[in-house]
């Protein structure tokens, strides 16, 4: 068994303790649940630096752990900053399961190894991409809460899933909190993406696909952000535009990254 088969495993099981701990029926805040949070967080964590030490890897497999490692850890902070975060465990955790599960299903898909890891603006520029991506993902969980939650209010059936859920109106809290944060963090990536682009080819910004999807993934959590203040628009309409700019997002990071290491290899 290989060493990176090992780490990817560890890294599985270190989520599925706080998922199982999120379903108790009396579920809450104690010191269980923050320590196997910890684990959750440590493991992909490990994954993402012990993988990234010596030489920055591209390829779909990194592009994905790097993804669970920072979004586990924005969740952390999460959960300790905002009081009824911690509710949206049961939703986020499974999905950085599920990621992992693809990450270590796709993790011998060939990649780009560069000689050291990258320096100057592409370093920032890598970090404010991850941060971004991460923020969203979780704003796009607590859109889908939203969503789900509503849902089982105006039917009048709550599911064993919604009662673990935040409220309606705490879920679009944190939503629009997090894409507000997401949109700024966004807007220094694109920045230091153009710095970047600029200093090796001359060219301000290149309309690629990934730069496509980016831009409009911008453009509208910006006009979600400005109806949401303006107009009021919330409830499913916000968590279907949020899930749209996830989608969009998605398609130009990681997507990118499994036509080119998995269909086109």
């Not at 969203?136 to 209010?153: H, P, R, S, Y």
Request: charged share 10%; net charge positive; aromatic share 8%.
């Amino acid at each position: 068994m290989s060493q990176n088969l090992i780490l990817s495993l560890s890294a599985l099981l270190s989520l599925v303790p706080v998922i199982v701990v999120s379903h108790r029926e009396s579920n809450n805040r104690d010191v269980l649940y923050w320590a196997l949070l910890a684990v959750a967080v440590a493991g992909p964590l490990a994954w993402a630096v012990v993988q990234t030490a010596n030489a920055w890897r591209t390829g779909l497999s990194t592009t994905l752990w790097v993804t669970i490692a920072a979004s586990m850890v924005i969740f952390a902070a999460i959960t300790v900053l905002v009081p009824h975060a911690w509710r949206l465990t049961c939703l986020v955790v499974p999905y950085m399961l599920a990621l992992g599960l693809l990450a270590t299903v796709w993790q011998q898909a060939p990649g780009q190894t560069l000689a050291a890891a990258p320096e100057g603006w592409i370093q920032i520029h890598i970090f404010m991409s991850v941060a971004t991506y991460a923020l969203v993902t979780i704003a796009a969980l607590a859109g889908l809460a939203a969503f789900l939650q509503e849902k089982a209010l105006k039917s009048k059936r709550p599911t064993s899933l919604t009662r673990l859920l935040p409220s309606v109106a705490d879920c679009e809290e944190l939503m629009v909190r997090l894409l507000i944060l997401g949109e700024v963090v966004l807007a220094l990536g694109l920045a230091t993406g153009m710095a970047t682009q600029y200093r090796e080819t001359g060219v301000l910004l290149t309309f690629d696909h990934k730069t496509v999807l980016t831009v409009t993934s911008f453009v509208v959590i910006g006009w979600l952000l400005i109806a949401h203040f303006h107009s009021g628009v919330r409830g499913r309409l916000a968590a279907r535009l949020v899930l749209l700019a996830y989608l969009l997002m998605t398609l130009g990071y990681p997507g990118v990254k499994f036509v080119t290491d998995v269909l086109v290899s």
